[in-house]
């Protein structure tokens, strides 16, 4: 099944030695993003974790745990951080975040 491909891809990455990058931004509308990022051997971000905090108030998690619901999915392809105007989180930072979001 082609969920279970994806899975396993994006596990792959995020248990892989490849560095993992972290960012956040915000839209006018009050979203908040956060991903943390792998870069892949062609030299682009792939999510392996992402979460959002919507002008709803509500938080949403998405990793190869857990890839989409409802509400939303974590992104199948990269993502260009310049493109979103994201900026740059340490990964103390982002696992705080990710903790407060996630409920953990």
């Known amino acids: 099944m082609l969920q279970d491909r994806r899975k396993e891809t994006i596990r792959a990455l995020d248990e892989s030695d490849r560095p993992?990058?972290?960012w956040h931004g915000m839209d006018g509308d009050g979203h908040v993003w956060l991903f943390e990022t792998v870069i892949d051997s062609g030299g682009e971000y792939w999510p392996?974790?992402?979460a959002e905090l919507g002008s709803d108030g509500v938080a949403r998690t998405y990793s190869w745990?857990?890839?989409e619901d409802e509400h939303g999915f974590l992104a199948e392809g990269p993502i260009y951080p310049g493109d979103f105007g994201l900026n740059s989180l340490t990964?103390?930072?982002f696992?705080?975040?990710w903790a407060a979001l996630?409920?953990?």
Do not use: A, C, F
């Open 65 to 67: 745990n857990h890839i």
């Open 20 to 22: 993992h990058l972290y």
């Open 95 to 97: 696992e705080t975040l």
């Open 48 to 50: 392996v974790r992402h």
């Open 102 to 104: 996630s409920g953990r």
């Open 91 to 93: 990964s103390e930072e």
